[in-house]
């Protein structure tokens, strides 16, 4: 089992960058293809980006590439979202999520731990 953790979320104007950390505990966070979801208010919640568990694969939404990275550090048990050129409609909750059985995974339904969130709030 693993714990998830995210950080670094804020208020940011149109334009800005954040950098969004999720640390893991336990010893075996190399073993977990590691993903980001996110929610705005009334709305489903949405794939952002995924990364494979050796790093060598990512994925991203349609509505991010270009702007976002995904990585993660092994060695550190953390997994990161760099956010570019941020806009009022990347305004939500952002939540990382493992996957136990997946190489890299896209769907919620493929991933079987959740942090608890970090609030993203992009003003114009």
């Known amino acids: 089992q693993v714990q998830l953790g995210e950080s670094g979320g804020g208020l940011v104007q149109a334009g800005g960058s954040l950098r969004l950390s999720c640390a893991a505990s336990g010893r075996t966070f190399g073993s977990y293809a590691m993903g980001w979801f996110r929610q705005a208010p009334g709305k489903e919640r949405e794939f952002v980006a995924a990364i494979s568990r050796s790093g060598s694969s990512t994925v991203y939404a349609d509505s991010v590439k270009g702007r976002f990275t995904i990585s993660r550090g092994n060695a550190k048990n953390t997994v990161y979202l760099q956010m570019n050129s941020l806009k009022p409609e990347d305004t939500a909750v952002y939540y990382c999520?493992?996957?136990?059985?997946?190489?890299?995974?896209?769907?919620?339904?493929?991933?079987?731990?959740w942090g608890q969130g970090t609030q993203v709030t992009v003003s114009s």
């Open positions: 999520a493992a996957s136990r059985d997946r190489t890299i995974a896209t769907i919620r339904y493929e991933y079987d731990y």
